[in-house]
């Protein structure tokens, strides 16, 4: 076949949307090669062997080095594919940005002799049609994503004309609303600084992980976060929050390129209370940062009394912090003490004299020096129960200042 019939062939396979596989198996039939189309991740989206070679697919290629090295011009070398240690002639795909790799790979009967390169006017006009088709699949997936985007935003700020509205939505989402959901906000954070190509690819993940993980879910992007609207599993009801905690736990695995965090709103029956769980899990997501001893989700109704402080204003929470325990910090600083984290232990941990000591590394009558020094200071006695739930109140403030790590 000529080049002139090869192209027209293309052209066609286009016009009848064969898709990728449809131009891979063309140019299989073409050059009796085969042929294997990857993203730039290595990712198979195509794999056709004529029926002479006895080469099984995979889902995911090592792409050699000399491929990514010489980005934007064919190249060729040797490849490991099950085991075996096979020629590939490769063309990159994708003219600004790498966006696939397309592989020809010889077959081990044929001589060093034989040219694949040959068919390189071949392999360049299938990697264009590629290019063109997968560009045109990302179009409909920021399509699909947009509309999505837009019913999840609608959901969370109550903007549907009524339930059965809503419900018939959901079900083009795949989405049942009978039962009781909950809003998790996730929020990704950057590795490195050249990994702000892969939130799209990172995003997607999180909607497939609960699409599979918790049927029923949907998944929305707003202002760069990530939103969750998910059903809660019958047999779930009764431990929802370490149920969720172990949801997020995998999902930090599948996606650990990226570190993230989320915050949880309360649990409703309601779809009407979406807007609330929303709110709430924003909050959770932003005090979380703040008071948060490890990575685990924050939910909003075990933060406490240290969400009331939220939306009060710096000044606000400054003043109320050193008239409580100002005079503490004082002497931290003049005398490089501590004594801010031996109370902040010491009312953690439920006043418990030997623990506090042993988490502390200090002697029993060490601390007790501390405490006594402490009410000094303060003037006050922390046997009073006001007085312990003011300074305690105060030590989250702290937090959410930024003046101290709770540890």
């Given at each position: 076949m000529n080049l002139a019939d090869f192209l027209r062939k293309i052209a066609t396979a286009q016009a009848n949307s064969m898709g990728v596989p449809g131009l891979s198996r063309i140019l299989m039939n073409e050059i009796n090669m085969p042929v294997i189309i990857t993203d730039d991740k290595g990712r198979v989206l195509s794999w056709h062997c004529p029926p002479s070679v006895a080469l099984f697919p995979e889902e995911r290629i090592m792409l050699p080095s000399t491929i990514q090295n010489q980005r934007g011009i064919p190249s060729e070398g040797i490849i490991s594919l099950k085991g075996k240690k096979l020629k590939y002639f490769c063309w990159p795909i994708g003219e600004a940005k790498i966006i696939g790799y397309l592989?020809?790979?010889e077959k081990p009967e044929q001589s060093s002799e034989t040219k694949p390169l040959l068919y390189g006017q071949f392999a360049e006009a299938v990697s264009l049609a590629v290019m063109v088709e997968i560009m045109h699949q990302r179009e409909i997936v920021d399509i699909e994503k947009n509309y999505k985007d837009e019913f999840v935003?609608?959901?969370?700020?109550?903007?549907?004309?009524?339930?059965?509205?809503?419900?018939?939505?959901?079900?083009?989402?795949g989405c049942n609303f009978s039962g009781a959901h909950f809003v998790m906000v996730i929020e990704l954070l950057n590795k490195s600084s050249n990994m702000e190509a892969n939130?799209?690819?990172?995003?997607?993940?999180?909607?497939?992980?609960?699409?599979?993980?918790?049927?029923?879910?949907?998944?929305?992007?707003?202002?760069?976060?990530?939103?969750v609207i998910t059903p809660l599993p019958?047999?779930?009801?009764?431990?929802?929050?370490?149920?969720?905690?172990?949801?997020?736990?995998?999902?930090?695995?599948?996606?650990?390129?990226w570190d993230c965090i989320a915050g949880v709103g309360k649990l409703y029956e309601s779809i009407n209370m979406l807007y609330r769980s929303y709110q709430q899990a924003k909050v959770a997501?932003?005090?979380?940062?703040?008071?948060?001893?490890?990575?685990?989700?924050?939910?909003?109704?075990?933060?406490?009394?240290v969400r009331l402080f939220y939306n009060q204003s710096e000044q606000d929470?400054?003043?109320?912090?050193?008239?409580?325990?100002?005079?503490?910090?004082?002497?931290?600083?003049?005398?490089?003490?501590?004594?801010?984290?031996t109370l902040w232990h010491y009312l953690r941990d439920g006043r418990d004299i030997k623990n506090v000591s042993t988490k502390l590394f200090i002697h029993t009558n060490t601390l007790r020096y501390r405490l006594k020094?402490?009410?000094?200071?303060?003037?006050?006695?922390?046997?009073?129960?006001?007085?312990?739930?003011?300074?305690?109140?105060?030590?989250?403030?702290?937090?959410?200042?930024?003046?101290?790590?709770?540890?």
């Open positions: 592989l020809l790979i935003r609608d959901l969370i700020f109550n903007n549907f004309d009524g339930i059965d509205e809503v419900i018939r939505l959901g079900k083009i989402w939130r799209l690819e990172a995003s997607l993940n999180i909607e497939k992980f609960f699409i599979e993980k918790v049927p029923g879910s949907i998944v929305g992007e707003m202002a760069h976060f990530q939103v019958k047999e779930q009801a009764d431990d929802w929050h370490n149920y969720t905690r172990d949801l997020f736990a995998t999902l930090s695995s599948i996606i650990s390129d997501l932003e005090l979380g940062k703040l008071v948060q001893h490890d990575c685990s989700p924050a939910f909003f109704d075990e933060l406490g009394a929470l400054d003043e109320f912090y050193k008239e409580a325990i100002g005079p503490l910090e004082k002497y931290d600083q003049e005398n490089n003490g501590s004594l801010l984290m020094k402490i009410e000094e200071l303060l003037g006050a006695s922390l046997e009073h129960e006001e007085t312990r739930f003011n300074i305690y109140a105060a030590l989250k403030v702290a937090a959410i200042l930024g003046k101290i790590e709770q540890k």
